[in-house]
């Protein structure tokens, strides 16, 4: 069954550093997303992306964060100086569809220190 | 903006027992509606979705939720749970208006079953 991949599994960086996570969406998916959960708390949305460019973002998404479809296979949330309080689980989803569910991926659980 | 409301944050309850787990969300004209399951570590996993259509909506693992339009809930229940239940559950909406946008997500369920 096709699924969506998230790597790594657990990141680890310092204050200030600049962090990419990586996603492989299902292949024939056209709408991406990226969710983040931090930890004890509910799951957030960050960003929706589709047709090379994005849909919606929230509030959490400010200028430090980007995303990229660089290959066509790939889709990556990028941190530009990550704050201690960037620390939580990321996940990404796709689907293929408007009014289709999104599928889930395993997550990225990124530690700030 | 649409909202989620999940009452309860932990619900014990007994392996072999019903249990219901309550969703309320912010009304709208048409709704998309989706439980998830969270075990210990791990990513979401979709238990069932209500998109149209009948009102009982069944999933995996022997859950079933009810959309219920006039008191904007769609509670998860399931007659008989086991101890491999025990994980956190979310509920979400998106709008149907809209299309799949984006989910928003209730603050989630924590369900311990125990022997």
């Known amino acids: 069954e096709p699924e969506v991949t998230q790597t790594p599994s657990h990141q680890v960086t310092q204050m200030g550093q600049e962090v990419i996570l990586r996603c492989v969406p299902i292949s024939n998916h056209l709408y991406f997303y990226w969710y983040r959960q931090i930890l004890g708390q509910k799951v957030e949305f960050l960003v929706s992306f589709y047709n090379n460019e994005i849909s919606e973002k929230s509030e959490i998404f400010d200028d430090q964060f980007s995303v990229e479809r660089p290959d066509g296979s790939n889709f990556t949330l990028k941190i530009r100086s990550t704050k201690l309080e960037d620390s939580a689980m990321y996940f990404c989803?796709?689907?293929?569809?408007?009014?289709?569910?999104?599928?889930f991926g395993q997550g990225t659980r990124l530690t700030v220190v | 903006a649409q909202s989620v409301t999940q009452l309860d944050s932990q619900v014990p309850v007994f392996e072999e027992a019903p249990v219901e787990l309550r969703c309320n969300y912010s009304?709208?004209?048409?709704?998309?509606l989706f439980w998830y399951v969270q075990y210990p570590n791990q990513g979401l996993q979709l238990l069932l979705k209500y998109l149209s259509g009948s009102t009982l909506v069944k999933g995996i693992n022997g859950f079933e939720a009810e959309f219920n339009k006039s008191q904007t809930s769609f509670h998860l229940r399931k007659p008989s749970v086991h101890i491999s239940d025990t994980a956190e559950y979310f509920c979400a909406v998106s709008d149907g208006d809209t299309g799949f946008q984006k989910l928003v997500f209730g603050t989630g369920t924590r369900l311990l079953v125990s022997p």
């Open positions: 009304s709208s004209v048409s709704v998309y």
């Open positions: 989803a796709s689907n293929p569809d408007r009014g289709l569910e999104a599928f």
